[in-house]
């Protein structure tokens, strides 16, 4: 536990790297709580653990990839994640309202709600971050065919809850699917 | 066109708007926090795995203990117990065997030589929760201190008889300050230890911080009230 955030110097960097990636990681863990609260939550954890281990984490190529995959496998956590709404509750009362959101974006919130966690992943990991079915097997640690599986799926019942069809982004990655 | 990233694009946007991001200096001190909670939470678990509480606790008690402190210097006010012919003055020091300092011994047994005396090699042993054990057995020298709360004090009086027969065992009788040591020939002696004493009205005085006290009251006792104890 020795890389924890040390000099003045550490802390700036840790500091920028935080301001640089919040914003972004944020909305990509949003989708896939589906829940603003549970996303800062979540990703504020990242954060903090990275914080603890800034030292080492700054050497690395994608320090950012490192949060977000803390952040999945903490959102993943569905324990965690009830107990965190019950303190929450308990700390705060009931939940802030949610922001005011478009007809549209209800519909595909709604959508990616009823889909398994793990295919919510791989959505917002593929059509939203734009990580290839590689990437996102080493983000997710699972097997590639599990993530092309999971992208087949999620897009079929996305498009039949949203009534359209939805594509890859990266087809060229999916031509075996 | 992929309608499903600009979709999702979308609702990110509005799902975040509302969005502050709290200051990176509360996100480092979540993230001390989190590792000094990690921190407890491990010297918890490695205590636990330790002994110093919960069922490993016993494992503690196999283990010798710290050796008792030397004799101290002389302490003002203070006198070693008079010995005479045919008595044996000791104190009995804090067992070196893992045993808590305010543990209460009884039944003391003592196995002396024929040739009793001052710095007399005395064997005991002592009831200790059940079981018996050895206990060490000092013969006090002039001007010494009690070294802890569980020193106990003993003038033994003994009469020597042949060989190393049961006749010489001594037994402490209660664990009163005056404990009174009887002989199984009919010799007798008094004992002060810091388990349980009690004053001249009867009341119990609690150890620790209170043996110096016993001792002094010990030797004033000793000399007034026993005969033998001034036996030239």
């Known amino acids: 536990m020795g890389g924890e955030v040390g000099s003045v110097g550490q802390a700036r960097g840790f500091d920028e790297f935080y301001q640089a990636c919040y914003g972004r990681l944020l909305r990509q863990v949003a989708l896939v709580t ?28 994608a320090p950012e990839a490192w949060v977000l995959r803390v952040a999945m496998n903490l959102a993943a956590d569905t324990t965690r994640r009830l ?13 802030p309202t949610q922001p005011e959101l478009s007809a ?31 990437e996102i097997s080493r983000q997710l640690r699972v097997p590639s065919g599990t993530v092309k599986a999971r992208l087949a799926r999620g897009r079929t019942a996305l498009a039949r809850r949203l009534g359209t069809d939805y594509y890859p ?3 060229e990655t999916l031509v075996d699917e | 066109m992929n309608d499903l990233q600009a979709r999702l694009d979308q609702a990110a946007d509005e799902l975040t708007r509302a969005a502050i991001p709290p200051p990176a200096v509360a996100i480092r001190r979540r993230g001390r926090r989190r590792q000094q909670r990690l921190v ?31 004799p101290g210097p002389a302490t003002p006010g203070l006198t070693p117990p008079p010995v005479g012919p045919g008595q044996v003055a000791v104190v009995l020091q804090p067992p070196t065997h893992g045993l ?30 059940g079981a018996m054990r050895p206990v060490e057995l000092v013969p006090p020298v002039p001007g010494r201190t009690l070294t802890g709360p569980a020193d106990m004090v003993a003038a033994v009086e003994v009469r020597p008889s042949e060989g190393n027969q049961p006749s010489q065992h001594l037994i402490i009788q209660n664990s009163t300050a005056q404990s009174e040591l009887q002989a199984a020939d009919g010799s007798r002696g008094w004992a002060v230890g810091p388990h349980r004493l009690t004053d001249h009205n009867g009341k119990t005085i609690q150890p620790p911080g209170t043996a110096l006290a016993a001792f002094s009251w010990w030797c004033k006792d000793i000399t007034q009230e026993s005969p033998s104890a001034t036996t030239p």
């Open chain 1, 104 to 134: 549209d974006s209800v519909d595909l919130i709604r959508a990616l709600r009823a889909l398994p966690l793990g295919q919510r992943q791989a959505i917002v990991l593929h059509h939203l971050v734009g990580l290839s079915v590689e």
């Open chain 1, 169 to 171: 982004v990266h087809r």
């Open chain 2, 40 to 70: 407890a939470a491990a010297v918890v678990v490695v205590a636990i795995v330790a002994g110093l509480w919960g069922p490993g606790a016993g494992l503690f008690n196999r283990l010798p203990a710290a050796p008792s402190a030397p």
């Open chain 1, 34 to 61: 589906t829940d603003l609260a549970d996303a800062e939550d979540v990703l504020q954890e990242a954060f903090a653990r990275a914080a603890i281990r800034w030292r080492q984490l700054e050497t690395y190529d």
């Open chain 1, 83 to 95: 107990r965190r709404r019950a303190a929450a509750m308990l700390r705060l009362g009931p939940p």
């Open chain 2, 100 to 129: 808590p300092e305010r543990l209460l011994v009884e039944n003391i047994q003592c196995y002396t030589h024929p040739d009793l005396g001052p710095g007399v090699s005395i064997y005991s042993e002592a009831t200790i929760k």
